[in-house]
Antibody
Framework: QVQLVESGGGVVQPGRSLRLSCAASGFTFSSYGMHWVRQAPGKGLEWVAVIWYDGSNKYYADSVKGRFTISRDNSKNTLYLQMNSLRAEDTAVYYC???????????????????WGQGTTVTVSS | EIVLTQSPGTLSLSPGERATLSCRASQSVSSSYLAWYQQKPGQAPRLLIYGASSRATGIPDRFSGSGSGTDFTLTISRLEPEDFAVYYCQQYGSSFFTFGPGTKVDIK
């Protein structure tokens, strides 16, 4: 079945680094763009970053630009998020999500995050 | 950056009632890039609607989306017990994605 499984979360001190992974299975990973989305405790969803299916384009939320790097290894069906210079406000559950484009009548109808992992928790604290 | 505002913050309704959730954007959003998600406690979000009005795979037809420009609506025609959750709208524009703050639909 189609599945995303995140790993790599944990407790880290402010200023340190952490790398998250997202293992994909059940679909052709190399054909899909991928997102990272996070959710601070008791808060709403915050988009973090997106990477194109072939890694050719990457975009970031202003809150993480310059500190986080999204990447992928299509040979390993794995998405990554390298998080540097971590801050207390980066504490959250981090989800990876698949980006799917929808088409109809020969045109693009839209896109959405249609498959999500269960999330991995990152706590930044001294 | 486009900011999304959702109202109301909380909607208290009974099973069987109709729910109308609003999402307003600070500037015009392409309808193709407006989506709605449902999230239940302790679970990952689930895609409900893409392209402002198209239901994602497996989503019951009691969920419908509408709107264009800066004003979008998610309607649940008759609330089922499993529909009580938080709902987020999300847009994509200029290579950035943003979520609204969410509307919680709880049991009255």
């Amino acid at each position: 079945q189609v599945q995303l499984v995140e790993s790599g979360g944990g407790v880290v001190q402010p200023g340190r680094s952490l790398r998250l992974s997202c293992a994909a299975s059940g679909f052709t990973f190399s054909s899909y763009g991928m997102h990272w989305v996070r959710q601070a405790p008791g808060k709403g969803l915050e988009w973090v970053a997106v990477i194109w299916y072939d890694g050719s384009n990457k975009y970031y939320a202003d809150s993480v630009k310059g500190r986080f790097t999204i990447s992928r290894d299509n040979s390993k069906n794995t998405l990554y998020l390298q998080m540097n210079s971590l801050r207390a406000e980066d504490t959250a559950v981090y989800y990876c999500a698949r980006r799917t484009y929808y088409y109809g009548s020969g045109k693009r109808l839209g896109d959405g995050m249609d498959v999500w992992g269960q999330g991995t928790t990152v706590t930044v604290s001294s | 950056e486009i900011v999304l505002t959702q109202s109301p913050g909380t909607l208290s309704l009974s099973p069987g009632e109709r729910a109308t959730l609003s999402c307003r954007a600070s500037q015009s959003v392409s309808s193709s890039y407006l989506a709605w998600y449902q999230q239940k406690p302790g679970q990952a979000p689930r895609l409900l609607i893409y392209g402002a009005s198209s239901r994602a795979t497996g989503i019951p037809d009691r969920f419908s989306g509408s709107g264009s420009g800066t004003d979008f609506t998610l309607t649940i025609s008759r609330l089922e017990p499993e529909d009580f959750a938080v709902y987020y709208c999300q847009q994509y524009g200029s290579s950035f994605f943003t979520f609204g703050p969410g509307t919680k639909v709880d049991i009255k």
